[in-house]
């Protein structure tokens, strides 16, 4: 998620009985909440060096731990400073050291929790594993979830009543937010058959659960036609990619053997609950998606520490994806340091 979404749930995350444990808490839950993307300081180095690094170790079991610790020292130390400075009102507690570091790593892991849904995807195990995560949910940015936040920052600081009310009421409309979410993307999976119609060939053998809400890569890919098939391509997966403001429309990606067909889909949509009428053809190959038949989609190394897509969803189709906070739509991986060199056919 973005920095304003993080900044926003760690202070909601304040408004819970994390925040009055003592004086230094808020603080460091809203630092903590956005101590992941400290990976930014690769950047030094170049874009290149920042998608390597990005969403990887400071977003695995390690960086909960370190950046916890790291962030709790730092209120402590900045604590130490400003008393030096004025004079502390009697009654303002300070927590203890051991409650900063909770609620640090309460805040770096909810951080790394809010970044898994993503399009993205998140590294959750680095550095012991280089896999990418991710349910396809939820964009970069979702404007539902930031309204639903500062209404309940700005409607709750009545009292402190008012502030736990509203702090629960937050939390079960984010879930909502989340299953509506989940419960849409499923139902544009199921509807990919109906909206590429015959341009979808049959799943290649063995084949790939589409319906899966977890998608793991990078991971082998088997192009093998199925038995008896008469097509010269087959299905390897379908991916269904959020929009920016809808939580019903997405745009579904097939990944064959071959191509990539893509489709927007509103699973609103009454036409696509009925039977296909005479001459109804919803399908189309969009332009952008046709691919050389002499590209196939790559296999990644392992270690491969590069953005998701070119692993995933190649870069064939980046121009074709504008949705924000789809993993289509990122700048060209270095050469040599991202999948074999058939991505870069075509």
């Known amino acids: 998620m973005d920095n304003l979404t993080h900044t926003l749930f760690g202070l909601t995350l304040s408004r819970t009985a994390l925040g009055r444990a003592g004086r230094g808490v808020t603080t460091a839950l809203v630092l903590a909440s956005n101590a992941p993307d400290i990976d930014i300081i690769t950047t030094v180095r170049g874009g290149a060096s920042y998608l390597q690094w990005h969403r990887g170790p400071t977003h695995g079991p390690l960086g909960i731990i370190a950046l916890g610790l790291l962030t709790a020292a730092l209120v402590r130390g900045g604590q130490r400073v400003a008393d030096r400075r004025t004079t502390r009102a009697p ?4 927590a203890p050291f051991g409650m900063l570091v909770a609620a640090s ?3 770096v892991f909810f951080h790394i929790l809010m970044d898994f849904p993503t399009s993205y995807g998140t590294r959750l195990l680095s550095p012991f594993s280089w896999h990418w995560f991710a349910t396809d949910l939820m964009p ?3 404007i539902y979830l930031i ?7 700005l409607f709750g600081a009545a009292s402190a009543e008012a502030r736990r009310r509203n702090v629960a009421i937050v939390f079960v409309l984010m879930a909502a937010n989340y299953g509506v979410r989940a419960v849409a993307h499923r139902q544009a999976i199921g509807l990919a058959p109906r909206v590429f119609g015959p341009l979808l060939p049959r799943p290649c053998e ?16 088997n192009a093998t036609l199925p038995p008896g098939s008469s097509s010269s391509r087959c299905l390897i997966e379908v991916a269904a990619i959020p929009s920016f403001f809808s939580p019903f429309r997405w745009r579904l990606i097939a990944q064959l053997s071959n191509s990539y067909d893509m489709h927007d889909v509103d699973v609103l949509d009454a036409r696509l609950r009925e039977p296909p009428g005479a001459g109804a053809a919803p399908w189309h190959r969009h332009p952008a998606a046709r691919q050389s038949q002499r590209s196939r989609p790559a296999e990644c190394p392992r270690r491969a520490r590069v953005p998701p897509q070119w692993c995933r969803l190649q870069n064939r189709i980046t121009t074709a994806a504008p949705i924000l906070g789809s993993r289509l739509n990122r700048p060209r ?7 074999s060199s058939s991505m870069m056919n075509s």
């Not at 009654?91 to 300070?94: A, C, H, Q």
């Not at 991986?333 to 999948?339: D, E, F, H, S």
């Open 206 to 221: 063995p084949g790939h659960d589409t319906q899966s809400l977890l998608s793991v890569w990078p991971r082998a890919v």
């Open 91 to 94: 009654d303002d507690r300070e």
């Open 333 to 339: 991986a270095p050469p040599g340091r991202a999948c």
């Open 140 to 142: 970069i940015v979702d």
């Open 147 to 153: 309204i639903v936040l500062v209404a309940g920052l």
């Open 105 to 107: 790593l309460v805040g």
